[in-house]
Nanobody, 123 residues
């Protein structure tokens, strides 16, 4: 069975950094695109970043230059390094995987989801 497990969330001050991990199992990792989404209280889930199985990388405009996605095929994991964190980055962060998508930024195109990890940025 497919499982995605996020870790690495926590509370940081403005300008701080966190590194999130998404460990996957039960899927043919090198044939799946894996992305990150986030959802803040009162807001819809939004796209953050995706690392496709072909090697393409995509970022939301709100995180470009601050976040870096990476992929380790040896341990079937995807990572999200978050730097220069802002209060608006506060959200539950989810990793998600899909074999096919028409729009990498559309959450409904992803078939498998983790339970999420909380990121809180404060002063």
């Amino acid at each position: 069975q497919v499982q995605l497990v996020e870790s690495g969330g926590g509370s940081v001050q403005i300008g701080g950094s966190l590194r999130l991990s998404c460990a996957t199992s039960g899927l043919t990792f090198n044939r799946y695109s894996v992305g990150w989404f986030r959802q803040a209280p009162g807001k819809e889930r939004e796209f953050v970043s995706t690392f496709s199985w072909t090697g393409s990388i995509f970022y939301a405009d709100s995180v470009k230059g601050r976040f870096t996605i990476s992929r380790d095929n040896a341990d079937n994991s995807v990572y999200l390094e978050m730097n220069s964190l802002k209060p608006e980055d506060t959200a539950v962060y989810y990793c998600a995987a899909t074999r096919f998508y028409t729009d990498y930024a559309r959450s409904v195109d992803y078939d498998h989801w983790g339970q999420g990890t909380q990121v809180t940025v404060s002063s």
